[in-house]
């Protein structure tokens, strides 16, 4: 079956400028995670959806960052005033949820965003 | 605060050769604990998992883990590496509790493969 997809792949912008980057999560999967990894860094968690809702926004940096899923599916994580350092790879990961357990996460290729 | 160390940033092995790459974690309880393989290009990819139960656990590929508590360690291991497990091998932890939660990764170990 289809994975975790996202898109655009690479992203390329202008410091200052707006940038939303997509996720489609697997069929099914009720949680959805986004991630930020940094050159030479592991995945930092940015935000956490269960359903439509963000259980768990600890991650995000600062207000520039924004992240929504209205129908409980597709996400898109959106970056305002977009500063050099936000450049990295934006990772998505979806997940199960049910009762007993730590489902598994499954990871989306990422988009890597640039920020010139 | 929970966090995961993987003390060997670059390591080479000749194929072949055994492998092992250290992880360790500090956690206020229990956590779940994963080992996962990124490729260039590629989405991240588990490895094998562990929360309970026997602490030497398989996974795919012909990886496996052990975990000792009293060491906080979490030690991926393989016995004969091939050319194609070159790629970054990340550590994480999440939370024991709870049915959906927020990993945390170390910084990775980058494998590269002689032939």
């Known amino acids: 079956g289809a994975g975790v997809s996202q898109t655009p792949s690479n992203k390329v912008t202008e410091k200052g400028k707006y940038v939303e980057l997509r996720c489609d999560p697997i069929s099914g999967h009720t949680a959805l995670y986004w991630y930020r990894q940094s050159l030479g860094q592991g995945p930092e968690f940015l935000i956490y959806f269960q359903g439509t809702g963000a259980a768990d926004d600890s991650g995000l940096p600062n207000d520039r960052f924004f992240a929504v899923r209205p129908e409980g599916s597709v996400s898109t994580l959106k970056i305002q005033r977009t500063e050099r350092g936000d450049s990295a790879v934006y990772l998505c990961?979806?997940?199960?949820?049910?009762?007993?357990?730590?489902?598994?996460?499954?990871f989306g290729p990422g988009t890597r965003l640039t920020v010139l | 605060a929970q966090s995961v160390t993987q003390p060997d940033i670059h390591i080479t092995v000749s194929e072949g050769a055994s492998l092992e790459l250290r992880c360790n974690y500090s956690?206020?309880?229990?956590?779940?604990l994963f080992w996962y393989v990124q490729s260039p290009g590629q989405g991240l990819q588990l490895l094998l998992k562990?929360?309970?139960?026997?602490?030497l656990v398989q996974g795919i590929k012909g990886f496996e883990a052990e975990f000792k508590r009293s060491q906080s360690s979490f030690n991926l291991r393989k016995p004969s590496v091939h050319w194609s497990d070159a790629a970054e091998y990340f550590c994480a932890v999440g939370p024991l509790t709870g049915t959906a939660s927020k990993l945390t990764f170390g910084t990775g170990t980058r494998l590269q493969v002689t032939l």
């Open positions: 956690y206020g309880a229990t956590p779940y």
């Open positions: 990961a979806s997940s199960l949820h049910n009762s007993g357990g730590l489902n598994e996460q499954f």
């Open positions: 562990y929360f309970s139960g026997d602490t």
